[in-house]
């Protein structure tokens, strides 16, 4: 077994739509996938990648590298689009720089220590959200909208966060937490997150009366990849703006700005705040 840290290097990427959700290779150019079989002395190379995206989350997954044959694209990284959400959280892929271990000819005992999970399996259960179809005529810059919807309580006093199945995948992100509110569509627990005062969060609704508001807190559902937040002072008064994701990768990028940008302190006062900008 051979392992090697590659170190850092910078490289622009484009994110592709995979033939399969699952697929784990990332096309990379020529003279680089060369190097890496002659230091290795291996034409099965794979690499290393930890999530750094989310914060106290170390989750190393394991993809395959494979040789660009197009000599017109040989500055390029190709990586399925779904496979970069999950490994870096964003889709800003001019920007960002890649840290990769180098690794040929692994065996069972390497991948326990270091907890490897491939991606088919890390994918597999966002397949039904990340290969949603885009409904004709909707974008990432959609509005929010206002619906008359009824947002109850989950309703179990004995309900412990941890054990629920979307626990794992909030717990990367410092400031959601669970709520005790429950989905209006599949029922699962909503998470949510709060932002601070002078501070909230703004979206663009197709509510003419307010169009452009800053959001006190927000409640989402990582099943449907959907957001709400209250459209009167509380999102259990019937109405909430509302947002749903075109793909998990849209889903992801917004939960991360997110919660760079909000705290888990709370705040008493509901509502909105209406912008000018």
């Known amino acids: 077994m051979n392992f090697q840290q590659k170190g850092n290097f910078f490289m622009g990427a484009i994110a592709i739509e995979p033939d399969s959700i699952t697929d784990d290779k990332i096309r990379v150019p020529m003279n680089m996938y060369d190097q890496c079989v002659n230091k290795l002395q291996s034409k099965s190379i794979e690499a290393l990648i930890i999530n750094k995206s989310f914060e ?3 989750q190393p997954v394991l993809v395959k590298l494979v040789r660009n044959e197009d000599k017109l694209n040989q500055n390029t990284l190709f990586i399925n689009r779904y496979l970069y959400s999950f490994l870096l959280g964003t889709v800003q892929l001019d920007t960002d720089i890649f840290r ?3 690794v040929s000819n692994i065996d069972d005992d390497f991948r326990k220590a270091y907890d490897i999970n ?3 399996s890390n994918l597999s259960a966002i ?3 990340s290969n949603k179809k885009h409904v004709q005529g909707t974008s990432y810059y959609d509005a929010w909208k206002l619906q008359k919807t009824l947002i109850k309580p989950h309703g179990n006093i004995n309900f412990e966060p941890e054990n629920d199945k979307d626990y794992k995948f ?4 410092k400031n959601f937490y669970s709520s005790g ?3 209006p569509h599949c029922e699962s627990i909503l998470y949510k997150t709060i932002f601070n005062q002078n501070k909230e969060y703004r979206i663009e609704t197709d509510d003419l009366k307010h169009p452009i508001i800053g959001i006190k807190r927000v409640f989402s559902c990582v099943q449907c990849a959907t957001f709400y937040t209250a459209a009167k002072e509380s999102v259990a008064d019937g109405f909430v703006y509302s947002k749903e994701c075109i793909d998990f990768t849209d889903y ?3 939960l991360i700005t997110m919660n760079e940008e909000s705290t888990s302190e709370g705040r008493m006062d509901g509502g909105f705040v209406d912008l000018d900008y």
């Open 127 to 129: 397949k039904e959200i």
């Open 56 to 58: 106290n989350v170390q």
């Open 170 to 173: 909030f717990s990367g992100l």
């Open 181 to 183: 509110l429950k989905c």
């Open 118 to 120: 491939s991606i088919k």
């Open 252 to 254: 992801k990028e917004t």
């Open 100 to 102: 990769i271990g180098l």
